[in-house]
């Protein structure tokens, strides 16, 4: 068993950090074409969408680390439907990175390799109902921060701004899955931890 956890999160890292991500839904659409950005904010925009790009690295690994630490089928299908649509957000931010001219962060690996080890131990340790507290509380945070990036975002980047407001919907979505199928809610002091480790990622991210 633990070596075929093993297999699978090597193979779910190497997908994730190696291989084309495939989206199993087209690309959001801007209603308006936008108009042309000026070199600051065009560096701005792809800063923004590096950083979600790095956030579905990370939501790749997490949901990859619930999964193999639970022992329920049918939460276990739950979260593999959630990661889908992950892998749409993880396609759709690395397309407009690069129609942005610009690249991934380089701290990939590492990015995916903490939030594995996160989602994974929350599993174990904590089960499955304070697995999906965690999906609720990641979701919520997620939220919160595509809501800022709808106001920092170069109002004529429309491009972006349609796959940042899909992507919302669609965590929203996730942590209401999560609440649905019985999530524990977090210890304060679990949110803070995780909000000050956003932090860090999400400012680093934004340069390297
Ligand atoms: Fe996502
Ligand atoms: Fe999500």
Known sequence: MMSDALILATDSALRTLC???????????????????TAAEKREAA?????????????????????????DAALRAKLAE????????LAWTLQRLRELDDRPSLLNPLWYAGAFAIGYTA??????????????????????????????????????????????????????????EGALPLPGVVKGMMKAAARVMTTVAHRV
């Open 19 to 37: 291989a084309e991500p495939r989206a199993s839904r087209a690309t959001p659409q801007a209603a308006h074409a936008g108009s042309p950005l």
């Open 47 to 71: 800063a923004l969408m590096r950083v979600n790009h790095v956030g579905e690295v990370c939501a790749q690994a997490l949901y990859t680390g619930q999964m193999l630490a639970s022992r």
């Open 82 to 89: 959630a990661s889908r649509e992950e892998t749409d957000h």
């Open 123 to 180: 599993g174990k340790l904590g089960g499955d109902r304070l697995s999906l507290g965690f999906v609720v509380e990641t979701e919520n945070q997620v939220e919160a921060h595509l809501n800022s990036h709808m106001q920092r975002l170069p109002e004529g980047d429309t491009a972006s701004r349609a796959i940042v407001a899909q992507m919302k919907d669609d965590e929203v979505a996730h942590a209401r899955m999560a609440e649905r």
